[in-house]
């Protein structure tokens, strides 16, 4: 086990699988307690356990993005027994898109409540933490994780790609709340990665351009995006990566 990230306390959202899961275990492998978020307890209990038997340290919080209080009390339950949180991957998501004449207005309100209102309430929960991090002399990171599609145009994805602009903006406007105060913040902007996300899609032409796009080319895998988050973290404490955009090569 390597040592990049001994002895800080980390918080992942959505580790019950994907990005989010595959982050949890490189930051566990470099040294970070992680503290594991997402509403599958049985996922995120078999990730803790794969944690453990690698040497990490793991403790699973089994609460909806949209639980407030729920998101309060494992805040109090990380600080009496993990320490304070000095790295936050704020990463949970859905990506639920459809012709806006096909009506899903439930998809539509869900990726707004989990991808940007869930976000939001995870940096109330956490800032309090990040900050006195910060003040005691030590890095402290906020990564959200956005989207390639914040920055682009893709048919029938408007809501999600809108979801994905406001986290990267709420980035970059943070930081200039919390980077004099030396919390890092940082957005990460993945292109296509392999995960589960596309599969939650029941809109049929969402599904068509998903699969179509899976055969011209070579996804990324969530180890990717993994190592990334990593990195950024890992870097010395006056430097910060504000912006990472990763994409497969073949995407453009
Ligand atoms: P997955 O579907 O594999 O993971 C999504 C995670 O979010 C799961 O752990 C899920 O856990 C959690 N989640 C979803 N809804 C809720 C909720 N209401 N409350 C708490 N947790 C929730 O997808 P990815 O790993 O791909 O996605 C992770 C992030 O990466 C997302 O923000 C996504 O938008 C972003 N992203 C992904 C890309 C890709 O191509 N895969 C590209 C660009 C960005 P559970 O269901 O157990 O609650």
Redesign the pocket.
Known sequence: QSSSLKDRVAVV?????????ATARKLAREGAAVAL????KD??ESLAKTIREEGGHARVFA????DRPGLAEAARVIAGELGVVDLVVN?????LPAPFEAHHLDDFEQMI???IT?AVRIVDAFVDPLVAAAAKGGRADLVN?????ANGVYTNFAV?CAT?AAITHLSRNLRAELGPKYVRVAVV????????????ATDASAQEWIAQARKAMT??K?DD?AETIAYVAGLPRHVNLERVTVVPTQQV
Request: glycine share 16%.
């Open positions: 959202t959505g580790a019950s699988s994907g990005i989010g899961e978020f997402a509403r599958r996922r995120l609460v909806d993005a949209k990463n949970a998501g859905v990506m409540d989990v991808n869930g994780i956005s989207s390639m599609g999600y994905k902007e993945p292109g296509l990665v392999e995960t589960e996300l596309q599969g939650h996804w990324l969530a995006i």
